[in-house]
């Protein structure tokens, strides 16, 4: 099994990251979220990673956390949830948001993700009910969106784009400004200086 993997970032798109470990490059699906929080092609970036073998094929999925990783092994052992299924789960919702909605018992921000519906979602509380004490993870209603860069540089690309940039135009330029910004104001401020700059 392959516990995690540490290396060159050599491809970064949407779902997937390709790292270079000692000449070998690793094909990795990830969660859509860590497009803003994964290092930056030629950086050094570690996966916490889960090696998925079926009969025809193998998969190698990784997590920016192991927390994640666990929460995505937790939910490929249930039933009509296949890696694809948990992958869009952790895509949609931070592990916060999930843990916070099983203790609750609301379905509704599970309901929100796509191809899950009622009777998933409903599912999915009951068979994680007992299985997320191990995850030691502040309650999502208790964090305020300023301090999530993924939302507020989430934000940030949906804006670009309604002005007409492309996602890969946006997501470029909102990536290249992370550091300087800490709303999503400033990160479409600084993002529009330089994608101007650059035509």
């Not at 995690?4 to 990795?28: D, F, M």
């Not at 929460?71 to 895509?91: D, T, V, Y």
């Not at 379905?107 to 994680?128: D, M, N, Q």
């Not at 305020?144 to 492309?166: H, I, N, P, Q, R």
């Amino acid at each position: 099994m392959i516990g995690y993997l540490r290396g060159t970032v050599k491809q970064k798109r949407e779902s997937s990251v390709v790292l270079e470990c000692n000449g070998v490059g690793y094909e990795i699906s990830v969660p859509k979220s860590i497009q803003f929080q994964f290092p930056e092609v030629e950086e050094q970036g570690t996966l916490h990673t889960h090696l998925h073998v079926r009969p025809e094929s193998q998969a190698l999925y990784g997590f920016l956390s192991e927390q994640e990783r666990d929460m995505f092994r937790i939910l490929i052992n249930i039933s009509s949830i296949g890696p694809s299924h948990a992958l869009n789960i952790l895509s949609e919702l931070k592990l916060s948001e999930l843990v916070t909605c099983v203790r609750f018992n609301d379905s509704k921000p599970l309901e929100s993700v796509p191809r899950i519906g009622k009777a998933t979602a409903a599912k999915l509380l009951i068979e994680l009910a007992n299985k997320i004490d191990q995850f030691q993870v502040a309650d999502a209603a208790t964090e305020t969106k300023s301090g999530s860069s993924t939302d507020y540089l989430e934000d940030a690309v949906e804006a670009l784009m309604v002005m007409g940039f492309t996602q890969r135009e946006a997501q470029s330029a909102v990536s290249g400004v992370r550091e300087q910004s800490n709303s999503t104001e400033q990160a479409i401020r600084f993002a529009l200086g330089n994608l101007r700059s650059a035509g």
